[in-house]
């Protein structure tokens, strides 16, 4: 019995599973979602749905086919990252993917039920799941647009007489703060680190070791202090160091700095904790200053 698949229509379902679960696996892992990169990845993946119907690959062979595009997917929606937050997000998409695909199926099969097959039920069915896609699409589009000016934003650091400005990550994840001060924690990457403070006190804090904070002038470690957290390693004590200022999106804040613990994409160099309106110093946030710059 042949079947008549039509490459237009397959392609159109393809890309939107596709362009939703890549939304929400950028979601899960706190990956910077944006736009136009997701619906390049998305239409990759709708045109390698269709041409995988003309390749006789099957078994095993197909499912290596089939991670050597969601792989190169990952690569075009997010770029490179450390190797454990790549696969991270990869495991994210595949299980999304597999959601989304069983899930949508069942809703098809069971409106084309309700339906009836006889009276166009299976038609209507499809055209519905098409219809749904659609929505989720907008809906995706929306939020994305929404989110994708807050979700990165400049970052200005002092340091006696150092000044850098990088981009920075807003992450709802990162709660890291001390718990003394309450003041939130960002992560920055190793070479504006060096930047701001120094090769010598950036290894210090990059190393974690107690010892090598007495051998500092006392000016330095006065700026420093121990603060507890969990990291990828596990438990573990973390050297952040106070800095002169703190500029988030031109607004002046009192944190801390630290070492990120992995290595950061290229869309930002540093990550700082969400913040929300009305912070207090029980929110593993930020303390915001008077004056603004």
Sequence with gaps: MEQVVYGDILWLIDFSMDLLALGAAAR???????????CAAATLGGLYAVLVLLLPLRGLWGLVLDLGAAVVMMFVAFGSCAFPRFMLTLGSFVMMSLLLGGGMTALCN????????????????GFFFIALCGSGISLLWGRLRRRAEPSVVPLSLEFGEQKISVTALRDSGNLVRDP??????????ERPLRRLCGSELARILSDRRVDSMAALPSRLSRRLCLIPADT???????????????YIGG????????????????DYAAIVPQIPSGIGTLTGEFIPRKENI
């Design 180 to 189: 003394v001060t309450g003041r939130g924690v960002i992560f920055l990457g």
């Design 251 to 266: 607004e002046a804040y009192d944190g801390l700095i630290c070492p990120a613990q992995t290595p950061l994409p290229a």
């Design 110 to 125: 069971w409106v084309a039920g309700i339906l009836g097959r006889s009276a166009g039920g299976g038609s209507v069915g």
């Design 232 to 246: 990828v390693q596990g438990r573990t004590l973390l050297i952040a160091l106070r800095v002169d200022g703190v």
């Design 28 to 38: 899960m892992t706190g990956r910077p979602a944006r736009p136009g990169r997701l």
